[in-house]
């Protein structure tokens, strides 16, 4: 069982900078085969905004690259997404995700979200 826990959103200006950091904990040893963050704006679908793979490779959203930038700290167990250059557009409740292998393939966890608010 893994538990994630977001922090850092919040209402910032356009133009503005914002870091979201994702906490994980589990009974066994955490150990993904890919991390990241999601968003999701109003009436919209969730959609990746950043990912790291095991690996090393990641994947940026084309609207946040240049802008955005996804670390990890293995021995913290944390995910860290630096947002700079804020836009309106990046408004919503952003949501740390951990794919976690098994037997059987993939556990995909989610933690509660975070929003943040772009004004214009």
């Known amino acids: 069982q893994v538990q994630l826990v977001e922090s850092g959103g919040g209402l910032v200006q356009a133009g503005g900078s914002l870091r979201l950091s994702c906490v994980a904990s589990s009974r066994s040893i955490f150990s993904p085969d890919a991390e990241g963050w999601y968003r999701q704006a109003p009436g919209k679908q969730r959609e990746l905004v950043a990912r790291?793979?095991?690996?090393?490779?990641?994947n940026y959203a084309d609207s946040v690259k240049g802008r955005f930038t996804i670390s990890t700290d293995n021995a913290k167990n944390t995910v860290d997404l630096q947002m700079n250059s804020l836009k309106p557009e990046d408004t919503g409740v952003y949501y740390c995700?951990?794919?976690?292998?098994?037997?059987?393939?993939?556990?995909?966890?989610w933690g509660q979200g975070t929003q943040v608010t772009v004004s214009a």
């Open positions: 995700n951990a794919d976690i292998p098994t037997r059987w393939g993939r556990d995909a966890y």
């Open positions: 790291i793979m095991r690996g090393g490779n990641v």
